[in-house]
């Protein structure tokens, strides 16, 4: 996947942006970009820590995260430590970034949670286009020229011609990993309102109530003598007998069954099929 399609906000257009002289200061801080598939409560506190972020970063430039406060030593998430707070708006307080942290085993994930200095990486961001421009420019300078030559071609008759051709090429990462640890200037806003990123199957525990016997069932599902169980079915008719702390997920063209408990592992699986060119049924 090219770097482009990783990042939240670099849609070709975004980058029509580098030309400052044409548009006022109000448009020049890009709205936040949660992620799609995010589930995020008290939708009122939400807006209200989005524009926290979103004043400081207009105000004085930078590339802003937005961190979630740890119920529970998790493992699946990226940390974020936190450093000195730099301003207050409102109830929220806005805080120099130390640090990102890759994924904890269970007894690191424990101590952060413990500090009270760790964030849970939400992979929710807020920053002024020209800043990310500039920081895509100085750490991935590939892409960054890349991306002014989709700029320079955008509203052109050769604008299609041009994405065709140069973005292929641009170099795969993440915002995160490609921008965001090394950026010069990095904040981020503690939240503590209700998120989950829904990273795997079994996170859908905390989305779809249970039933008496613990199963969490969505579409067309039955279960006999079967408990502590996520069963999904988009297509058919799904039955189980007898299992338990198990992910069964039925689609048109695929099923995936995996214990409850190894649920991230469905990378491994995404990974296999794309090897054996069975793209269709991701």
């Not at 590339?63 to 030593?73: A, D, E, I, R, S």
């Not at 994924?103 to 424990?110: C, H, I, N, S, V």
């Not at 030559?149 to 973005?167: D, F, K, M, P, T």
């Not at 409850?260 to 990974?271: C, L, Y």
Request: hydrophobic fraction near 40%; charged fraction near 25%.
């Amino acid at each position: 996947m090219p770097a482009a399609a990783s990042f939240p906000s670099c849609r070709p257009e975004t980058f029509s942006l580098s030309r400052w002289g044409e548009i006022p200061p109000p448009v020049r801080v890009l709205p936040p970009t949660p992620p799609a598939d995010h589930v995020i409560g008290q939708e009122e506190r939400f807006r209200s820590a989005m524009a926290a972020g979103a004043n400081l970063v207009g105000r004085e430039g930078g590339l802003l995260t937005f961190g979630v406060q740890p119920t529970k030593p998790e493992t699946g998430y990226g940390y974020l430590e936190l450093g000195q707070e730099h301003f207050r708006d409102g109830e929220w307080a806005v805080h120099h970034l130390q640090r990102f942290v890759e994924k904890p085993d269970l007894e690191r994930a424990q101590r952060y949670l413990e500090s009270k200095r760790f964030l849970w990486n939400a992979g929710i961001f807020a920053w002024r286009a020209v800043d990310l421009l500039d920081e895509i420019r100085r750490q991935l300078p590939e892409l960054g020229e890349g991306l002014g030559r989709l700029a320079e071609a955008i509203g052109s008759s050769q604008a299609n011609a041009v994405v065709a051709e140069v973005y292929p090429t641009l170099p795969a990462t993440s915002v995160d990993f490609g921008v965001m640890e090394g950026a010069q200037k990095c904040w981020t806003v503690p939240v503590d309102f209700p998120w989950s990123d829904v990273g795997s199957w079994s996170a859908l525990t905390e989305e779809i109530p249970g039933d008496s016997s613990g199963n969490h069932r969505r579409g067309r599902v039955y279960s006999k003598d079967s408990c502590g169980n996520v069963l999904v079915s988009t297509g058919p008719a799904l039955s189980v007998v007898g299992i338990s702390d198990l992910v069964v997920v039925a689609t048109p063209d695929a099923v995936l069954v995996v214990p409850k408990d190894e649920a991230q592992r469905v990378k491994e699986v995404v990974e296999a099929l794309r090897e054996k060119g069975w793209d269709d049924v991701l």
